[in-house]
């Protein structure tokens, strides 16, 4: 079983070629270094002739030696309708190269803030692309375009509209902060005479969540008595935290009356509060068992979600980082994030925090 994981995990990379592996390591730094120079990571992306690359394919390659060897056979027995064909298909070429440029000239990238991953899922990351198009011509001359992360499987937009929502893959991401690199936007577009290429870098952070495992939920609190640890944690009628809104009870005070939303037609509600039950309890990870740390970690996630499910409040000690016992989905992520950037140091930008992680350092 472990085996088709594996291979069908690799199977999901793009091999890089053989050219590309001949390359020495000095040559591919010095190369990575430029691009950095020339396009520096951005959250708003125009491409333009600084940016755009263009080479002659495979089929390019072969074009032209016929065109060498067409002229040469013309010249040789002075044959103007061999020479005339030569140049036919010079011109051809030459045109490929002007559409090719077009077709990725204008185009603007913005990244879109991506949806919760979880490590060894299928990361989607959505971008959205604007295309130029005039009032009168609602069509885009942009076509037949490729993205792709490094060694990941690409997305090819056939046709695009004036503004297109492309949702470009990464696989098997591990739990941490993830920099997922430069986005290589390339086209064969008009003949596949010419491929035209750009490296597109949105500075896109994201963090990617620890697998939930299924396991027992251990909760604990400052001490210990004869009730049942859900007991805890549990919220009841009180006056002390806002809790939400329900409908409106004849006889109720109007003091609870939420008179904002009723001054929006949304009818008699009432506000809601609520205090927390019994003692406060905790998930430690201490407490939570696991041949190796990810296993751990990854129980932990799963038993955060559980009790977000469930409604009940709860606090995380996480080695030296401390949440407050909370609830709801802000309380959650939070939990999640701190779970999956635990002890991880080679962050690609290590100044990236979430807003929505609220997290104490004792």
């Given amino acids: 079983m472990d085996k088709q994981r594996a291979k069908s995990a690799k199977s999901t990379y793009s091999q890089p070629s053989w050219f590309l592996r001949a390359i020495p390591a000095s040559v591919t730094q010095r190369w990575d270094r430029w691009l950095k120079r020339r396009l ?16 002659p394919s495979g089929f390019g390659l ?27 298909l010079a011109s051809v070429l030459n045109t490929c190269i002007i559409y090719s440029y077009k077709n990725l000239a204008g185009l603007s990238f913005n990244a879109i803030n991506p949806p919760i991953a979880y490590a060894g899922d299928s990361t989607p990351f959505p971008i959205m692309l ?8 609602t069509d885009t001359t942009h076509q037949q375009i490729c993205l792709q992360f490094s060694h ?9 509209e004036q503004q297109t929502i492309a949702t470009v893959p990464f696989e098997h991401p591990k739990r941490g902060y993830l920099n997922p690199g430069r986005i290589k936007v390339s086209s064969h577009f008009p003949l596949g005479l010419c491929r035209a290429w750009s ?45 939400g809104l329900r409908a409106y009870v004849p006889g109720e005070s109007l003091k609870q009356v ?46 955060v979600d559980k009790l977000s499910q469930s409604k009940q409040i709860f606090g ?14 802000a309380h959650r992520i939070a939990c999640q994030t701190a779970i999956a950037t635990y002890q991880v140091y080679g962050s690609i930008n290590p100044d990236f925090t979430p807003s929505t992680a609220q997290v104490e350092a004792t």
């Avoid at 520096?40 to 080479?55: A, E, N, V």
């Avoid at 929006?264 to 609520?274: R, Y």
């Fill in 258 to 303: 939420a008179w904002k939303q009723w001054a929006q037609d949304k009818g008699m509600l009432s506000k809601e509060f609520a205090e927390p039950e019994g003692l406060p309890v905790w998930l430690n990870l201490a407490n939570t068992s696991g041949k190796d740390i990810e296993q751990q970690l990854s129980r932990l996630a799963w038993q």
């Fill in 199 to 243: 490296y597109v870098d949105l500075d896109i952070q994201h963090v990617i969540f620890a697998k939930p495992e299924a396991s027992d939920i251990i909760l604990t609190s400052q001490v210990s008595d004869n009730d049942s640890q859900y007991e805890h944690g549990k919220l009841r009628p009180g006056v002390d935290d806002y809790k």
């Fill in 316 to 329: 995380l000690k996480l080695g030296h980082t401390v949440i407050n016992q909370q609830t709801g989905e």
């Fill in 130 to 137: 604007t295309a130029n198009a005039s009032n009168k011509h």
């Fill in 152 to 160: 990941q499987r690409h997305t090819r937009l056939k046709h695009m």
């Fill in 62 to 88: 072969f074009w032209i030696g016929l065109i060498v060897l067409l002229y040469l056979f013309g010249t040789n027995y002075q044959n103007n309708l061999v020479i005339g064909l030569s140049l036919l």
């Fill in 40 to 55: 520096p990571p951005q959250k708003h992306i125009t491409l333009s002739h600084r940016s755009i690359f263009i080479l």
